[in-house]
């Protein structure tokens, strides 16, 4: 799909200033996410795929990577209830 200049030039005042994501932009301008993505990809924005939000696990995962390379059979079901009280 050809894209004006015009419709870039949105697209990268949307994400790099508004701050609004690859999704948002999409459904605002009508286009598909991945033609988003590759405009953005293609003016040199390496983070348009790479933003990380942190997860509710990262707070058990030590504690679950040491349990299970002391018990590695033990199951996901079990390592939860155990993480609970944990």
């Excluded at 004006?4 to 690859?22: C, P, Q």
Aim: net charge positive.
């Amino acid at each position: 799909m050809a894209v004006s200049d015009e419709i870039k030039a949105k697209i990268l005042r949307y994400f790099h200033v508004e701050k609004w994501r690859v999704g948002t932009i999409s459904r605002q301008l009508n286009i598909h996410y991945t033609v988003v993505q590759r405009i953005l990809l293609q003016s040199g924005s390496a983070e348009a795929n790479s933003i990380l939000r942190p997860s509710c696990l990262d707070q058990f995962l030590p504690f679950i990577l040491n349990t299970l390379k002391k018990y590695p059979k033990l199951t996901a079901s079990r390592l939860y209830q155990m993480s609970r009280i944990f």
